[in-house]
């Protein structure tokens, strides 16, 4: 059984910053992917970012030079800094790993809201 637990979510201003973590624990040999997701009300889920086992990193556009990714691979754990947020950063985050066995889990998801 593989869990995944997110955490750092809340109400911020505009220009703010939160930090997301997302730990997974079980039966994970290892993990070769970790990514970022988010979904806001009426719109698909999309990926905002993504960091593989060697430290590969992809952002979507709209949050370059504002969000950070990381991973600390010892805890199995992924974390996305999020500076200079904005009004439509409001969505559910989900992190979603893969492992070399090519299986795929997602977390919960964490709400993070931005506004005045």
């Known amino acids: 059984q593989v869990q995944l637990v997110e955490s750092g979510g809340g109400l911020v201003q505009p220009g703010g910053s939160l930090r997301l973590s997302c730990a997974a624990s079980?039966?994970?040999?290892?993990?070769?992917?970790m990514g970022w997701y988010r979904q806001a009300p009426g719109k698909e889920r999309e990926l905002v970012a993504s960091i593989t086992s060697g430290g590969g990193t992809v952002y979507v556009d709209s949050v370059k030079g504002r969000f950070t990714i990381s991973r600390d691979n010892a805890k199995n754990t992924v974390y996305l800094q999020m500076n200079s947020l904005k009004p439509e950063d409001t969505a559910v985050y989900y992190c979603?790993?893969?492992?070399?066995?090519?299986?795929?889990?997602w977390g919960q998801g964490t709400q993070v809201t931005v506004s005045s």
């Open positions: 979603k790993i893969r492992t070399v066995q090519l299986r795929i889990y």
């Open positions: 079980g039966s994970i040999f290892s993990i070769n992917y």
